[in-house]
């Protein structure tokens, strides 16, 4: 059974760049587009962005470009970049799966990764 | 972006009651050409990762016990547990995947009355 799991650091100061890893196992990362997600108090939850297994990728337009997600086929991982950070970004970050559907992201995630508690704070 | 709403934002349902939680569309996440609705539901349980519950609208994922339902078609949708067991106690979201920006909706805690 595919299980994921997110890694990075849990306290990261404003205006500096949050980097996060997800590592895919029991299953293959090829076949499949892979998201990471945030809750936070203010938003709820909020989609962050996807990347498939061959590189291509989709973000939300409200993250105005800070966002840029990656993906290591040869590790079993995908990993987020955040920059320009600020305290709007303190929130608990999940990577999940997301199945491919004739050559396109299908949309619901399942599995997710344990979330990670992300703090933006000097 | 679809904007996705939520109702009620808590509820408290008795042991063995139904309860139903509502979503709300801002457009359409009907397609159309396939005739599906763009429509996730999901389960988060106290210190857990969100579940998947239902896709489709109304498809249940495998293994979801089947006093989980998912009705609605367009921009109104809902969530039925039949009969509510103790170990439902979370907060349920529905999420649009028609197009991106996938959107949640704000989420509803379901508690015991």
């Known amino acids: 059974q595919v299980q994921l799991k997110a890694s990075g650091p849990r306290l990261v100061r404003p205006s500096e760049t949050l980097s996060l890893t997800c590592t895919v196992s029991?299953?293959?990362?090829?076949?499949?587009?892979w998201s990471w997600i945030r809750r936070s108090p203010g938003k709820g939850l909020e989609w962050i962005g996807y990347?498939?297994?061959?590189?291509?990728?989709n973000y939300n337009p409200s993250l105005k470009r800070r966002a840029t997600i990656s993906v290591d086929t040869s590790q079993s991982q995908f990993s987020l970049k955040l920059t320009s950070l600020t305290a709007a970004d303190t929130a608990v970050y999940y990577c999940?799966?997301?199945?491919?559907?004739?050559?396109?992201?299908?949309?619901?995630?399942?599995?997710w990764g344990q979330g990670t508690l992300v703090t933006v704070s000097s | 972006d679809i904007v996705m709403t939520q109702s009620p934002d808590s509820l408290a349902v008795s042991l063995g009651e139904r309860a139903t939680i509502n979503c709300k569309s801002s457009?359409?996440?009907?397609?159309?050409?396939?005739?599906?609705?763009?429509l996730a539901w999901y389960q988060q349980k106290p210190g857990q990762t969100p579940k998947l519950l239902i896709y489709?609208?109304?498809t249940r994922e495998f293994g979801v016990p089947d006093r989980f339902s998912g009705s609605g078609s367009g921009t109104d949708f809902n969530l039925t547990i039949s009969s509510l067991q103790a170990e439902d106690v979370a907060v349920y979201y529905c999420?649009?995947?028609?197009?991106?920006?996938?959107?949640f909706g704000q989420g509803t805690k379901l508690e015991i009355k």
């Open positions: 457009q359409s996440v009907l397609y159309n050409s396939n005739n599906k609705n763009y």
């Open positions: 990347i498939s297994y061959s590189g291509s990728s």
């Open positions: 999940a799966r997301d199945l491919n559907y004739g050559g396109n992201s299908l949309g619901w995630l399942d599995p």
């Open positions: 489709w609208a109304s």
């Open positions: 999420q649009q995947y028609y197009s991106t920006p996938y959107t």
């Open positions: 029991g299953g293959s990362i090829s076949d499949y587009y």
